[in-house]
């Protein structure tokens, strides 16, 4: 395979598929159950578990936790199927990095955009006649 080759193989998109098969709670974990299924067809199963106590310190909704945890699945295609992986304090951390930054971008962006409140009070109700 050619250097193009192998990166063009990289940058295709996945073929595998992740679909939740539910969840369970273990001792201070919510463990997500996922099935693989890749062209193929074949079904393999997965899990990832994480730690609610770190996703509440780190603000991380329960709801979001599902895609997080498949978004972690995603990653590590790499031919190795892992029957557990664990959606760790790193991954929370940036996760709730990222959100923290994106709301100050949207705050910013929102606060360029506001007339100044004294533009507004000296334009008139009515227009003259």
């Known amino acids: 395979m050619t250097q193009t080759q ?11 598929q992740y679909m939740l098969a539910g969840f369970t709670q273990v001792a201070g974990f919510r463990v997500f159950a996922f099935e693989r299924m890749g062209e193929d067809r074949i079904r393999t199963k997965c899990a990832v578990r994480a730690n609610l106590e770190q996703a509440r310190r780190y603000g991380i909704q ?7 945890c498949r978004s972690l699945l995603e990653q590590h295609e790499n031919g190795v199927q892992t029957p557990l992986l664990t959606y760790g304090e790193e991954e929370m951390s940036r996760y709730a990095k990222n959100c923290t930054e994106n709301r100050e971008a949207a705050a910013l962006k929102k606060k360029a955009f506001r007339k100044p409140v004294a533009a507004v009070a000296e334009t008139p109700w009515r227009a003259p006649h």
């Open 6 to 16: 192998q990166s063009l193989a990289e940058t295709k998109p996945s073929k595998l």
């Open 62 to 68: 329960v709801q979001d936790l599902p895609l997080l």
